[in-house]
């Protein structure tokens, strides 16, 4: 897409990730929607807020929000049932603090000699997102409130990263795993939960009920709360309109009706095991049916992302770089931390 806009031929219409989409607001590549929107008729108010937020710079609104893309634990309940760690309901008991998921974890490798988590842990940004899903639930941010300066040093940065280590050092995941090796043990029943998103949510539920893999009984939730508050890792794909298109009012109103129907249409994409970001869509029985939809569900309400900054691939790779290397290279947990601080403190001074 940036080539198309270098190259001075952008499409009529793009999708993109929320996280790329200050890179192209702040050049002036893409325009604002939400006066078109509105007069199209989209009900604007039933965009979930982190929807919302995550397309709007100075009041304004850049993109169509079309999903939230999270990160979640896909549960092995047979592995869970033989480690003591279902109820008599059959739901799963999920750790509700740090204390809590070592032992979870000690209990799944003592009763039934498996991992208890498979975690994409090589140059995959997975734990990262764990990671910053943790210092979020702490309360704690990774950027100052003007973004001038990186916070990837904190106390909370270094108790997420410590927790995250420490399933690594006492044998709970394997730090060797990619993306791939991490799938296959879990699907060949290796590990009791799996770090992964919602975007193989079908197909784990697929494999599961056509005894495919050693995979029975399979659900998927959001991300236990182990700190103070509710956060999860999300991204979302976003439709934007690249600025050119005003010069045609005939694309431009075909562009606005084509953002209409997929917003009308949100449930249907939400099919894809990617959560809705219209809220009436979420509440929806025929949403709540689908499968694990009713277990994950509010990690559409506690989704969170960086804020409207700004070169993000660049700054996910610093600090998924150095998150990694603590358990590749092995690294001290704060040098790691400080490490990222410095790298990332210079994209944001470049910025």
């Not at 029943?189 to 029975?216: D, E, M």
């Not at 690249?242 to 009308?264: S, Y």
């Not at 049916?289 to 990690?299: A, G, H, I, W």
């Amino acid at each position: 897409l940036s080539a198309a806009f270098a190259a001075k031929h952008p499409p009529d219409i793009a999708i993109m990730h929320q996280s790329a989409l200050p890179n192209f607001v702040k050049q002036g590549l893409v325009i604002p929607l939400k006066d078109k929107l509105l007069l199209a008729g989209l009900p604007l108010n039933d965009l979930l807020p982190a929807a919302k937020e995550g397309v709007t710079f100075n009041n304004e609104i850049y993109a169509l929000p079309f999903d939230f893309h999270a990160l979640l634990w896909h549960l092995n309940l047979d592995l869970l049932t033989q480690a003591g760690l279902v109820d008599k309901e059959g739901n799963p008991m999920l750790p509700s603090n740090k204390q809590d998921l070592f032992a979870h974890a000690r209990y799944v490798k003592e009763r039934t000699g498996k991992r208890y988590l498979a975690i994409p842990s090589q140059t995959d940004p997975m734990p990262t997102w764990l990671f910053e899903s943790w210092v979020w639930q702490q309360g704690a941010e990774l950027f100052s409130a003007d973004l001038q300066s990186a916070l990837i040093n904190s106390r909370a940065a270094q108790v997420s990263l410590q927790t995250l280590n420490g399933l690594y050092q006492n044998g709970y995941a394997d730090p060797y795993q990619d993306y791939m090796g991490a799938e296959q043990t879990f699907l060949s029943g290796n590990s009791a939960i799996l770090l992964n998103g919602t975007w193989v949510v079908n197909s784990y539920t697929n494999l599961a009920k056509k005894g495919q893999v050693n995979l029975k009984h399979y659900r998927a939730v959001s991300i236990p709360q182990l700190f103070q508050l509710k956060a999860a890792w999300t991204d979302s794909h976003i439709w934007v309109l690249p600025q050119k298109i005003e010069t045609d009012p005939n694309k431009l109103a075909a562009a606005i009706a084509f953002l209409k129907f997929l917003f009308e249409n949100n449930f249907e994409w939400a099919k894809t095991g990617h959560l809705p970001v219209r809220q009436s869509v979420l509440d929806s029985p025929e949403f709540q049916v689908l499968p694990s939809r009713k277990f994950y569900r509010d990690t559409a309400e506690m989704a969170h992302t960086f804020p409207f900054i700004e070169n993000q691939q660049s700054i996910r790779d610093a600090l998924s770089q150095h998150i990694n290397a603590t358990w590749l290279t092995p690294k001290n947990p704060e040098e790691s931390l400080n490490q990222a601080q410095h790298q990332i403190q210079r994209i944001l001074d470049e910025n």
